[in-house]
């Protein structure tokens, strides 16, 4: 597979990409999308007055507090409320725009639909869903990527449902060498939450999705695990950073959602917070 040089430290401005382009169908009959459900209280120096802060803000918030004032969201028909709520961003203090998916096949596919408008930029990647600490992550990985010069940089925190998510196996070094897609028994202790990377990998993305799109079965899905597990295989340097004390809540079930107010990495809004 043809590849587009390394990323290097002087490469372009970094942008966010956030998939939102899920059913949700495993919380029910939600009144709005899962992504502005309201979680807390957003008190920041965006608004004039407390207002629910929903759970997309999080990730902004992680995105603006690292640099990243340029966000592109992808969605599917249908999923109006999305753009209808946050506008053009201000209130979370970035930009926001917004893309339509095509084909419904997984996260990678949705995040293909920003090619056109990434593809010469640094991406930070999250879920809309998922809620996570430290503060500083995408600060972090992306002073790794500069510091290794990797095409792709993972966020690693300890899983504590694997069943669930993408597994990763590192080597001595931290270094992912082997993805398990939710696995039903595993020894491994660390699943990824976040990224960034370079052009490279968005150009690596695209051809792979590109030439395997026209006959992807449409009753099977494609993770981003998967992505990078076939990546490594074709020399696209992929490192990490783990973060032990790390934590995460992903609000995708209804009992993970029903335990939202005891995430021990949310709590209520700091001082720092509250004024932006």
Known sequence: MTTSPRFTSDAPPIVGV????????????LPCSKEIYPVDWDQSAFVERPQPKVA????????????????????REGKWDIPSYWGDGHRAGVNLAYLMMRAPHGTPFTLNQAYPFVRDCRVAMGF?????????????LLAHQEKTGADVVLGLFQAHRPEKVDMVEVDGDGRPKHF??????????????????????????HNLITEVESDWPSDEELFLGDVFQRALSDDIEIDAVCF???????????EE????AEWEG???????????
Request: net charge neutral.
């Open 128 to 140: 809309p869903d998922i809620l996570f600490a430290p503060r500083d992550v995408y600060t972090q």
């Open 180 to 205: 398990l897609i939710k696995p039903k028994e595993t020894t491994l202790t660390y699943t990824w939450i976040c990224a960034v990377w370079g052009p490279r990998f968005t150009f690596y993305l």
């Open 18 to 29: 956030v998939a939102a382009a899920g059913t949700a169908s495993r919380l029910g009959a």
């Open 56 to 75: 997309s803000h999080y990730l902004f918030d992680h995105y603006r507090r690292a640099g990243i004032d340029t966000v592109y969201v992808v969605l």
């Open 244 to 254: 032990p004390d790390g934590t995460y809540t992903d609000i995708g079930t209804p």
């Open 266 to 276: 949310m709590g209520r809004l700091s001082q720092t917070e509250m004024t932006g």
């Open 257 to 260: 959602l029903a335990a939202i």
